[in-house]
T-cell receptor, first 110, second 116 residues
């Protein structure tokens, strides 16, 4: 099956710093999502981005499908950005198996 | 409010017992999913369903069973055959775009199952 690798596994930042999280995948995909898991376990949708670039406030994401990677940018980080960031990809033409990476754990210190 | 609800939030089970986790959505989504998350790890797919009365095994279906009798409901039963059931269970739903694959998945708040 498809492999999804996220890097770095852990990231510690000072409040106000910028960061880039990466998601590499081993085969072509037709769906890619970024999620933020908060301390209570809830997964919050950040981006649905199978290709191209999107921005939402301090967050933006870029997926280069032909090179099989996606990047999540967090600017001017805040303590509330702490948590685990996951990317998830899906192959095929039918709704079905999504594969998640192991996540990047972000800690933003005040 | 539209959304996905899971109950209970916390569940304790004795070894050898079957338990059923509830997942309901009022988003009118076609597809529903169950994932398992172990501490420090990503999500692994247990079962998924694209339409009513149909479902497929995911990567770790052994020891679990599901049903999809209604579009809005997708309960998961953790059977006594599941050797290590203590985990965080997440339910999700999405709209199916025929020929293009699933659209965005949206998640419920999860159920934490502990086997005593």
């Amino acid at each position: 099956g498809i492999q999804v690798e996220q890097s770095p596994p852990d990231l510690i930042l000072q409040e106000g710093a910028n960061s880039t999280l990466r998601c590499n995948f081993s085969d072509s995909v037709n769906n890619l999502q970024w999620f933020h898991q908060n301390p209570w376990g809830q997964l919050i949708n950040l981006f649905y981005i199978p290709s191209g670039t999107k921005q939402n406030g301090r967050l933006s994401a870029t997926t280069v499908a032909t090179e099989r990677y996606s990047l999540l940018y967090i600017s001017s980080s805040q303590t509330t950005d702490s948590g685990v960031y996951f990317c998830a990809v899906e192959r095929g033409t039918n709704a079905g198996k999504s594969t998640f990476g192991d996540g990047t754990t972000l800690t933003v210190k005040p | 409010d539209g959304g996905i609800t899971q109950s209970p939030k916390y569940l304790f089970r004795k070894e050898g017992q079957n338990v059923t986790l509830s997942c309901e959505q009022n988003l009118n989504h076609d597809a529903m999913y169950w994932y398992r998350q172990d501490p420090g790890q990503g999500l692994r797919l247990i079962y998924y369903s694209q339409i009513v009365n149909d479902f497929q095994k995911g990567d770790i279906a052994e020891g679990y069973s599901v049903s999809r009798e209604k579009k809005e409901s997708f309960p998961l039963t953790v059977t006594s055959a599941q050797k290590n059931p203590t985990a965080f269970y997440l339910c999700a739903s999405s709209i199916v775009l025929l020929g293009r694959g699933a659209h965005e998945q949206f998640f419920g708040p999860g159920t934490r199952l502990t086997v005593l």
